[in-house]
């Protein structure tokens, strides 16, 4: 009966989105309040029913149901609840229901708080978003359907895969799809600015916010993903450049230039043009990882089983809406019109650059990514592409943008000097120098790129902190008064001085681990030491142990140093009868500079195992750093001027205001 | 500034970073572009000694042996038809299994054993990598819908 709600829940849903998506639209183009009134309570209705699908699924899995199909392929009864409620989400069908609820909640979200958007350009907007439902709903309705029983039903389900049953992955998708639905609001309005044929600052405005949320979320997101990565797959990477990964980080790199030059269209009225380009883009790349993922084109350690069928539907969706937008696109934006000049060195010009520089990063990690599919259709045989292709063409274009990001922030709008602001700048050289030659000291005789690559991410994190230190006139005017600066600086400051230092703080994670792990391949008996790094890590054996649905190998490390005692590491092996299948649990103990890692491999004879150690410099600072960039999202959000449903204020003349911004 | 020169600034700094990828790109394609070849496609064709590519198949049943470092195993990749022996020193996937689908990244050593330093399998049940399947499919062989 549940199960029969949440299918009808769903077709209702997909009724009230082909009305939201109609009548608003037409009542915008005839410039009829009441048709246009209709997409509120229509955005409303939608997210009832779509709520009701969702909360029915969730109920199944609850209680195991294992007569519908969806739950019994993905659940077992003796999983521990979260796992139970996550395999909602842990599967196609059940994500895509995940996908058009968060869509919906975010319509609703427009709905609601855009108070002073223009009626006309709101239905607009959600009149796009309800399309994006269609797609989805009839998606979902038509190909994945996660409501079909079976007949008869299995006395028990087939469990749920045992790498998705993990706290990290638990909250992966949902954040990954924050970001990517996220993005699809700053699309809708977009296109129906396009539509109207009209942009000007306050329509960056009321983008920027839905931009900064879902950036947020997509890089807590990915910082989730390739952490499960890092102690889910046992081999001490983080970030394997695969094309799953990708297909999330490509929506990340676009969204990261679309935030920056929605601040140029927002405060200097200029760049709206490519503003809307960027965000069709950014929406079009989310797609393009959903089709990526779903359609399993592409070899990958992150693929799972997947139907053709439903790829061919993705990828019609896929060329209908990048296709239809790009086409209304290469009509409308001639009519824009183009804003106020500026100097190439300036904060504009600044902005400019990073956008051009992160837009050849994403377009060469896209033709990485999408090569492979290129040369199969076209009869070159199967290839892939590896992860140095994306180091040595990601790599040296992040180089000058992280260098610039330190810059940038400190050049006023319109015309900069460049002197004057590097000579700003000397606190952060001589943290960069000091970084370079003191890693370059400790690690002797090696390549003295690391200790550069630690030497820039030292200049973008004091040139962060030069920059707000600026602002505050902190120890050039008494203390009072920067405490009243302080005070009065908009929060949007503090989120990007948070923003760009956790970007250091990752850079400097990468670099560190990147050129200085220390990994250490062995047999081990028990009691047997081997030293990694300058710590001994003695082995004790393996215990067997039972699990809540699933048995254990732990093995135990005793980590000394200088005979000191530091940790002792439980890495396990566990087996899940159910779908017989193994995984690997990594034990990691992290002294917030480095992570001691060790893995058990395989039994050998005698209580023999083979045993696998790292060391991984500054690896907790890659996660760290994602985090204080979420914080600084979140901070720049709270931010009175760009609250969604704040009143519309007059700017000041825009030189005045250069130092606020 | 006119705004056809601030234009220009732009034009003349996008083509530069484009150029600049794109000649990063070419020189990174033409080390890091790795061929998959089914162990059929091994034995027909003569591939350079110490270019990398990628092999898959299935693990031949009762291949798997590992030898007496405890680290090194080495297996038998076929397609039902060829077969090529593969060495690996490392880490194994969780679900490296004899009968399932395999993908070792490597080179051909001289004596016609492949050195893996990577093997990729599937991270569920169902899955199967689709190179795999395809070879499986011109090797004949290919049961199943998946």
């Given at each position: 009966?549940?199960?029969e709600?949440?299918?009808?829940?769903?077709?209702?849903?997909?009724?009230?989105?082909?009305?939201?998506?109609?009548?608003?639209?037409i009542?915008?183009?005839?410039?009829?309040?009441?048709?246009?009134?209709?997409?509120?309570?229509?955005?409303?209705?939608?997210?009832?029913?779509?709520?009701?699908?969702?909360?029915?699924?969730t109920?199944?899995?609850?209680?195991?149901?294992?007569?519908?199909?969806?739950?019994?392929?993905?659940?077992?009864?003796?999983?521990?609840?979260?796992?139970?409620?996550?395999?909602?989400?842990?599967?196609?069908?059940?994500?895509?229901?995940?996908?058009?609820?968060?869509?919906?909640?975010?319509?609703?979200?427009?709905?609601?708080?855009?108070?002073?958007?223009?009626?006309?350009?709101?239905?607009?907007?959600?009149?796009?978003?309800?399309?994006?439902?269609?797609g989805?709903?009839?998606?979902?309705?038509?190909?994945?359907?996660?409501?079909?029983?079976?007949?008869?039903?299995?006395?028990?389900?087939?469990?749920?895969?045992?790498?998705?049953?993990?706290?990290?992955?638990?909250?992966?998708?949902?954040?990954?799809?924050?970001?990517?639905?996220?993005f699809?609001?700053?699309?809708?309005?977009?296109?129906?600015?396009?539509?109207?044929?009209?942009?000007?600052?306050?329509?960056?405005?009321?983008?920027?916010p839905?931009?900064?949320?879902?950036?947020?979320?997509?890089?807590?997101?990915?910082?989730?993903?390739?952490?499960?990565?890092?102690?889910?797959?046992?081999?001490?990477?983080?970030?394997?450049?695969?094309?799953?990964?990708?297909?999330?980080?490509?929506?990340?790199?676009?969204?990261?230039a679309?935030?920056?030059?929605?601040?140029?269209?927002?405060?200097?009225?200029?760049?709206?043009?490519?503003?809307?380009?960027?965000?069709?883009?950014?929406?079009?790349?989310?797609?393009?990882g959903?089709?990526?993922?779903?359609?399993?084109?592409?070899?990958?350690?992150?693929?799972?089983?997947?139907?053709?069928?439903?790829?061919?539907?993705?990828?019609?969706?896929?060329?209908?809406?990048?296709?239809?937008?790009?086409?209304?696109?290469?009509?409308?934006?001639?009519?824009?019109?183009?804003?106020?000049?500026?100097?190439?060195?300036?904060?504009?010009?600044?902005?400019?650059?990073?956008?051009?520089?992160?837009?050849?990063?994403?377009?060469?990690?896209?033709?990485?990514?999408?090569?492979?599919?290129?040369?199969?259709?076209?009869?070159?045989?199967?290839?892939?592409?590896?992860?140095?292709?994306?180091?040595?063409?990601?790599?040296?274009?992040?180089?000058?943008?992280?260098?610039?990001?330190?810059?940038?922030?400190?050049?006023?709008?319109?015309?900069?000097d460049?002197?004057?602001?590097?000579?700003?700048?000397?606190?952060?050289?001589?943290?960069?120098?000091?970084?370079?030659?003191?890693?370059?000291?400790?690690?002797?005789?090696?390549?003295?790129?690391?200790?550069?690559?630690?030497?820039?991410?030292?200049?973008?994190?004091?040139?962060?902190?030069?920059?707000?230190?600026?602002r505050?006139?902190?120890?050039?005017?008494?203390?009072?008064?920067?405490?009243?600066?302080?005070?009065?600086?908009?929060?949007?400051?503090?989120?990007?001085?948070?923003?760009?230092?956790?970007?250091?703080?990752?850079?400097?994670?990468?670099?560190?681990?990147?050129?200085?792990?220390?990994?250490?391949?062995?047999?081990?008996?028990?009691?047997?030491?081997?030293?990694?790094?300058?710590?001994?890590?003695?082995?004790?054996?393996?215990?067997?142990?039972?699990?809540?649905?699933?048995?254990?190998?732990?093995?135990?490390?005793?980590?000394?140093?200088?005979?000191?005692?530091?940790?002792?590491?439980?890495?396990?092996?566990?087996?899940?009868p159910?779908?017989?299948?193994?995984?690997?649990?990594?034990?990691i103990?992290?002294?917030?500079?480095?992570?001691?890692?060790?893995?058990?491999?395989?039994?050998?004879?005698?209580?023999?195992?083979?045993?696998?150690?790292?060391?991984?410099?500054?690896?907790?600072?890659?996660?760290?750093?994602?985090?204080?960039?979420?914080?600084?999202?979140?901070?720049?959000?709270?931010?009175?001027?760009?609250?969604?449903?704040?009143?519309?204020?007059?700017?000041?003349?825009?030189?005045?205001?250069?130092?606020?911004? | 500034?006119?705004?056809?020169?601030?234009?220009?600034?732009?034009?003349?700094?996008?083509?530069?970073?484009?150029?600049?990828?794109?000649?990063?790109?070419?020189?990174?394609?033409?080390?890091?572009?790795?061929?998959?070849?089914?162990?059929?496609?091994?034995?027909?064709?003569?591939?350079p000694?110490?270019?990398?590519?990628?092999?898959?198949?299935?693990?031949?049943?009762?291949?798997?042996?590992?030898?007496?470092?405890?680290?090194?195993?080495?297996?038998?990749?076929?397609?039902?038809?060829?077969?090529?022996?593969?060495s690996?020193?490392?880490?194994?996937?969780?679900?490296?299994?004899?009968?399932?689908?395999?993908?070792?990244?490597?080179?051909?050593?001289?004596?016609?054993v492949?050195?893996?330093?990577?093997?990729?399998?599937?991270h569920?049940?169902?899955?199967?990598?689709?190179?795999?399947a395809?070879?499986?499919?011109?090797?004949?062989?290919?049961?199943?819908?998946?």
């Amino acid at each position: 009966m549940i199960a029969e709600i949440g299918h009808y829940a769903l077709v209702l849903a997909l009724f009230v989105a082909l009305v939201q998506g109609t009548l608003p639209m037409i009542g915008a183009h005839r410039g009829d309040a009441a048709w246009m009134a209709l997409a509120r309570p229509a955005s409303a209705a939608q997210l009832l029913f779509i709520a009701v699908a969702f909360g029915s699924l969730t109920y199944l899995y609850v209680v195991s149901d294992f007569s519908v199909a969806n739950v019994a392929q993905n659940s077992n009864s003796a999983m521990p609840m979260l796992y139970k409620v996550s395999a909602v989400w842990g599967n196609h069908e059940g994500s895509l229901i995940l996908w058009v609820l968060i869509l919906a909640v975010f319509g609703l979200a427009v709905a609601r708080l855009g108070g002073n958007i223009p009626p006309a350009l709101r239905a607009r907007a959600l009149g796009v978003q309800a399309w994006i439902a269609i797609g989805f709903l009839s998606f979902s309705l038509f190909t994945s359907n996660p409501f079909l029983r079976l007949d008869p039903p299995p006395i028990d389900g087939r469990d749920l895969n045992p790498l998705l049953q993990d706290p990290g992955l638990a909250f992966h998708p949902p954040f990954l799809y924050l970001g990517y639905v996220g993005f699809s609001i700053s699309f809708s309005f977009a296109v129906a600015a396009l539509i109207e044929g009209r942009v000007d600052a306050t329509w960056a405005r009321w983008v920027r916010p839905w931009t900064l949320a879902a950036w947020s979320f997509l890089t807590l997101g990915i910082a989730m993903g390739s952490w499960w990565a890092y102690y889910e797959l046992g081999w001490g990477g983080f970030w394997f450049w695969d094309p799953v990964e990708n297909s999330s980080f490509m929506p990340w790199i676009a969204g990261t230039a679309l935030l920056h030059s929605a601040i140029v269209s927002e405060k200097r009225d200029t760049l709206k043009s490519w503003t809307i380009l960027l965000a069709i883009v950014t929406f079009s790349l989310s797609l393009l990882g959903t089709f990526l993922v779903r359609s399993g084109v592409l070899t990958s350690v992150h693929t799972f089983a997947t139907d053709p069928e439903r790829g061919i539907f993705i990828l019609a969706f896929l060329v209908l809406v990048v296709g239809g937008s790009l086409t209304l696109y290469a009509v409308r934006a001639p009519l824009l019109k183009p804003g106020g000049l500026f100097a190439p060195i300036s904060r504009e010009g600044a902005l400019v650059l990073n956008n051009l520089l992160l837009a050849t990063a994403c377009a060469t990690v896209l033709l990485g990514t999408m090569y492979p599919l290129f040369l199969d259709a076209l009869g070159g045989g199967k290839v892939s592409v590896g992860p140095q292709y994306f180091n040595a063409t990601f790599g040296p274009l992040m180089l000058p943008l992280l260098a610039l990001a330190a810059i940038g922030p400190l050049m006023p709008w319109k015309r900069a000097d460049l002197a004057g602001v590097l000579s700003r700048l000397k606190l952060a050289l001589a943290a960069a120098a000091a970084v370079t030659i003191g890693a370059w000291v400790v690690v002797t005789g090696a390549s003295p790129w690391p200790p550069l690559g630690l030497g820039l991410a030292a200049w973008l994190f004091t040139g962060a902190l030069v920059e707000l230190g600026g602002r505050l006139k902190l120890f050039r005017a008494p203390i009072a008064e920067s405490w009243r600066r302080a005070r009065a600086l908009p929060r949007s400051a503090y989120g990007m001085t948070l923003a760009h230092s956790g970007v250091a703080m990752v850079l400097a994670g990468i670099i560190a681990s990147q050129a200085w792990q220390t990994e250490r391949i062995q047999v081990m008996a028990p009691g047997d030491a081997v030293d990694v790094a300058g710590y001994t890590f003695t082995f004790r054996g393996v215990r067997e142990l039972p699990g809540p649905n699933y048995s254990i190998q732990r093995g135990e490390f005793v980590v000394t140093r200088d005979g000191a005692a530091v940790a002792r590491l439980y890495p396990e092996k566990r087996f899940y009868p159910v779908q017989q299948m193994p995984t690997t649990e990594a034990a990691i103990h992290t002294t917030w500079l480095a992570d001691l890692y060790a893995v058990i491999d395989e039994a050998q004879a005698d209580g023999a195992w083979s045993t696998r150690i790292y060391h991984n410099p500054l690896v907790p600072w890659i996660w760290l750093g994602a985090v204080v960039m979420t914080i600084g999202g979140g901070v720049s959000l709270s931010d009175r001027r760009l609250r969604v449903g704040a009143p519309v204020r007059r700017r000041a003349p825009a030189g005045a205001t250069s130092q606020t911004a | 500034m006119k705004r056809k020169h601030r234009r220009l600034a732009f034009v003349v700094v996008g083509m530069v970073l484009l150029g600049a990828a794109a000649a990063l790109v070419l020189s990174a394609f033409e080390e890091n572009l790795v061929f998959f070849y089914s162990p059929s496609d091994l034995a027909a064709k003569e591939i350079p000694e110490g270019r990398r590519f990628r092999v898959g198949g299935l693990v031949e049943e009762g291949s798997v042996k590992r030898l007496a470092d405890g680290l090194t195993v080495e297996f038998v990749v076929t397609d039902l038809v060829e077969a090529v022996p593969v060495s690996y020193r490392g880490p194994l996937p969780d679900l490296f299994r004899e009968g399932q689908g395999v993908i070792a990244e490597g080179v051909l050593t001289a004596g016609g054993v492949f050195r893996a330093d990577g093997v990729l399998a599937k991270h569920d049940e169902n899955y199967m990598p689709p190179e795999v399947a395809e070879a499986l499919k011109k090797s004949g062989k290919w049961k199943g819908a998946q």
